[in-house]
């Protein structure tokens, strides 16, 4: 049972990138899903998050109006479309279940004690 990133690259600055988040071993549209990423020198914070139910979703402000989370069901996979890309959103992204995923929020990173492999995402001014 996991969930697997991919889909990242580089990119210059006002770029896009479509990110991706595949199941394995489990139906994820009955799950909350989270993305969240990792800068170089900066703790992991979340970025947004999908509901299962509903697919409400949570964006936290600094990518509000350029990220969009989304759910294909068919192929088990949540996305996270990012647009008008930014020097600062360079990280390494993950994605996680999320049974805290909610419109208020997203679990916080802590209550993981693993994570599974991200794709790194630069963004070049």
């Known amino acids: 049972v996991q969930l697997q990133a991919s889909g990242g690259g580089l990119v210059q600055a006002r770029g896009l990138l479509k990110l991706a988040c595949a199941a394995f071993?489990?139906?994820?549209?009955?799950?909350?899903v989270g993305w969240f990423r990792q800068a170089p020198g900066k703790e992991r914070e979340g970025v947004s998050c999908?509901?299962?139910?509903?697919?409400?979703?949570y964006y936290i402000n600094s990518v509000k109006g350029r990220f969009t989370i989304s759910r294909d069901n068919a192929k088990n996979t949540v996305y996270l479309h990012m647009n008008s890309l930014r020097p600062e959103d360079t990280a390494v992204y993950y994605c996680?279940?999320?049974?805290?995923?909610?419109?208020?929020?997203?679990?916080?990173?802590?209550?993981?004690?693993?994570w599974g492999q991200g794709t790194q995402v630069t963004v070049s001014s």
């Open positions: 996680a279940t999320d049974p805290e995923c909610s419109v208020q929020g997203i679990r916080s990173p802590h209550y993981y004690n693993a």
């Open positions: 999908i509901t299962s139910g509903d697919d409400s979703t």
């Open positions: 071993g489990f139906t994820s549209k009955y799950y909350g």
